[in-house]
């Protein structure tokens, strides 16, 4: 049983950065990890993919020149660096991997089958 487990999250200034970590435990079989995030009172919104084999990456569009995910296939790990943070920004992070032979998109989080616990990250002066 693969589960994810995130780290990294905190307080933050606006215009301040934060990494997150999210460590698999157990044999991880994937196509693409991601990174979600979920405000009070708002869905669930993709943030970042990355193809676990390719390491070919996608943004939303809100983080697009801010965010960089990146992978350690060796450590079954994939991060998430955060730069220039804005309230915006702040919610519950929680990172998802799917299965091989998982279907639909890598932005939507129905097609992801793992998921992390989540992390807060908080930006506020």
């Known amino acids: 049983q693969v589960q994810l487990v995130e780290s990294g999250g905190g307080l933050v200034q606006p215009g301040g950065s934060l990494r997150l970590s999210c460590a698999a435990s157990?044999?991880?079989?994937?196509?693409?990890a991601g990174w979600f995030r979920q405000a009070p009172g708002k869905e669930r919104e993709f943030v970042a993919a990355i193809g676990w084999r390719t390491g070919n990456t996608y943004y939303a569009d809100s983080v697009e020149g801010r965010f960089t995910i990146s992978r350690d296939n060796s450590k079954n790990a994939v991060y998430l660096q955060m730069n220039s943070l804005t309230p915006e920004d702040m919610a519950v992070y929680y990172c998802?991997?799917?299965?091989?032979?998982?279907?639909?998109?890598?932005?939507?989080?129905?097609?992801?089958?793992?998921w992390g616990q989540g992390t807060q990250v908080t930006v506020s002066s």
């Open positions: 998802a991997a799917d299965r091989i032979l998982s279907s639909g998109s890598f932005r939507s989080s129905t097609r992801y089958n793992y």
């Open positions: 157990g044999r991880l079989f994937t196509n693409y």
